[in-house]
Nanobody, 125 residues
């Protein structure tokens, strides 16, 4: 099983950009469907984006479509979340997670095998 570590969070003004990275240890990263989730203050955790093991298929939740892009580089054991046109409502702790299974499992967010520790993104108006 892999272990995940996020980085790249920080504070940014509305309209700005950030790129989050999620580095995986272990040799089986390419077997994992990966996803990004976020936990806004005072709200429930929510799904943000998912990417298939080969990077071909992606899903983004409606609130981030056209602004965020999930990508992965299996040679580097890393999944990324490129975030543009950030809004104050994007403020949250962002987590990466993975499962050796279909993308639907990631979207559901309930049976993931591995989670990172989270990285805080703060967007000011």
């Amino acid at each position: 099983q892999v272990q995940l570590a996020e980085s790249g969070g920080g504070s940014v003004q509305a309209g700005g950009s950030l790129t989050l990275s999620c580095a995986a240890s272990g040799r089986t990263f390419s077997a994992y469907t990966m996803g990004w989730f976020r936990h806004p203050p005072g709200k429930e955790r929510e799904f943000v984006a998912a990417i298939s093991w080969d990077g071909i298929n992606t899903i983004h939740t409606d609130s981030v479509k056209g602004r965020f892009t999930i990508t992965r580089d299996n040679a580097k054991n890393t999944v990324y979340l490129l975030m543009n046109s950030l809004k104050p409502e994007d403020t949250a702790v962002y987590y990466c997670a993975g499962v050796r299974g279909p993308m639907g499992v990631v979207v559901a967010g309930t049976d993931l095998e591995v989670w990172g520790q989270g990285t805080l993104v703060t967007v000011s108006s």
